[in-house]
């Protein structure tokens, strides 16, 4: 059964001055489904995912995001999904307790809503003994697999995850998979980037950018055999290799 699509972009394109960030993307996302969005450093990912966001208004073409769109209902859009970046997540002087009840009302959600849903995400992390302890104090596994469940704590209908699990090792990293596999169970789309070759194994599927453009799209079974390749990395060194930006 085809899955009900919950983001759709075409032609989607960001320029700046003369430069060509993210350069005319196609593509949709069921509900649901993990979608992998890999690309070199400055290929346009972090461009393409402001916009999605509706943090960024695009210079032409067209997307939708929780069926909303892009330039005119951005503020909907916020409200409709969850973000996370390694870079941004927590705030780090506020206890584990005060960091979830801090974006659960953000997002509007009632007391006894954020009451009964707090207690029932520490006993899953583990986390009850910390609740009251600084951010700070957990070690950065901890804090990612905070991050990501405050991010979806509000039951959006699509998280976007930024490079989520950069500097973690690899069992924690595992631990991260399985609580997005979680996630994507109970309906949320996941729409995740990684420099991580074995994570993009984990998508449903992946799309590959190159110098702000779509170059391949597909499940990591049918890019394996598309670009002749024994694994992801493979596919990856060989798209990359085109590249002319980035480092
Ligand atoms: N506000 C801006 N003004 C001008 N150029 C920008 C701006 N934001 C991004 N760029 C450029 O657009 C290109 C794409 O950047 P972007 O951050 O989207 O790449 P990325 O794929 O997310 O890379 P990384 O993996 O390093 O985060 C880069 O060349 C970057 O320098």
Known sequence: ???????????????????????????????????????ANGAGKTTAIRMLCGLSIPTDGEATVAGFDVYRQTEQIKRNIGYMSQKFSLYNDLTVRENIRFFAGIYGKSHQFIKENTERLLDRLHLQAESNKQVKSLPLGWKQ?????????????????????????????????????????SGITVFVTTHY???????????????????????????????????????????ARKATRGE
Request: net charge negative.
């Open 1 to 39: 059964m085809e899955r009900e699509k919950v983001i759709t972009a075409k032609g989607l394109t960001k320029r700046f001055g003369d430069f060509t960030a993210v350069d005319a993307i196609s593509f949709e996302v069921g509900k649901g489904e993990i979608f992998g969005f890999l690309g």
């Open 145 to 185: 697999k905070l991050a990501f469940s405050v991010a979806i704590f509000h039951e959006p209908d699509i998280v976007f995850l930024d490079e989520p699990t950069g500097g973690v090792d690899p069992v924690t990293r595992r631990e991260f998979w399985n609580m997005i596999y979680e996630a994507a169970e």
């Open 197 to 239: 070759m074995d994570e993009a194994e984990y998508c449903n599927r992946v799309s590959i950018m190159v110098d702000g453009r779509i170059d391949a799209l597909g499940t990591p079974q049918d890019l394996k055999q598309q670009f002749k390749a024994e694994s992801m990395d493979n596919v990856f060194l060989k798209l």
